[in-house]
């Protein structure tokens, strides 16, 4: 059984996950795809599994259960949603006999509720300062209907307010005023 080296297995949950293979060292581009489908066709490998698996689980079952890893026979098999993880139980049997036809040496199949959702990738700066509310260019101008000054319609839009009325409100109640 093939294994991934090290540096292309990620730690995910209680199982792992396989990384794109960082490029080798002056190779052809037809050489690597050449590389990468024979990878693809490799038996026992979670790159095969992935490649085939529409196939494999069906056209109602794959789109929401996912092949996590597959290590000394043992397939882990992610569902989005406990009604799938459901269905993959209810299929479990097929779905083991068709993954064994396919060349696939499973010896055991665990599913698991997987959610993909709850590991979002950070935003980037980039894409934070994008739609940022003091953003002129992007949203316009307007005037403040606290101070009259003219303030960033984002800034309008989001507080109700410009951005300096808005600190002056986070920054607490204004004083009293005391009149002697
Ligand atoms: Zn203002």
Redesign the pocket.
Known sequence: MAIAPDQQRKRFGRGEVLQQAPPAPATSLSSCLDRLKRDWRQKGSIAGLWQEWPRLAGPQLAPHCQPLSFRQGILVIGASHPQWRQALLYNRPQLLAALRAAGHEVKDLRIQQHHPKDTPKPESEASIWARHPSRIDVHGMAS??????P?PAGEMALWG??????SKQLAGPAQPQINV
């Open positions: 403040c209907d606290s101070c009259g000054s303030a307010k410009c951005g300096f009325c808005r």
